[in-house]
């Protein structure tokens, strides 16, 4: 039997852009230390297509994309909080950013490190998160 997801809500520092992502109470999560997320503290969260929804601030949104072009960085254009983004990794999801939801009250964030310096050799140990689960 499945864990049921709960919404939970986030976004960026000046309250532009929101969003949803329906996580279980444990969720697998990763530091990584190529050159975008080592500068950025990112916690990746990375979720299904389907259990991410953006709530407010779309107009709000710039994107910056670098090497491939694949992986689209969203950015507040006011703040320039990223607080999600669509990852090369996983293109079909959502990356959101563990520091970017409201709380983590009740949610376990399993943090494991990922190396993204050699992100070639290790990406596809990410791809089952962006995958519905029964």
Known sequence: MSEPFAWRA????????RFEAALPSRVEAQ????????????????????????????????????????AKHLFCADCGVKSFYRPRSNPDGWSVNGRCLDTVDGLELVIEAFDGQNWEANAASLSHLSKEHA
Do not use: Q
Request: hydrophobic share 30%.
């Open 31 to 70: 530091t990584c230390n190529c050159s975008m997320c080592a500068k950025t503290g990112f916690v990746h969260v990375i979720v299904p297509e389907s259990r991410f929804r953006l709530t407010k601030g779309a107009d709000r949104l710039a994107e910056y994309t670098f090497n491939t072009r694949v």
């Open 10 to 17: 986030g976004g960026c520092h000046c309250g532009g852009v």
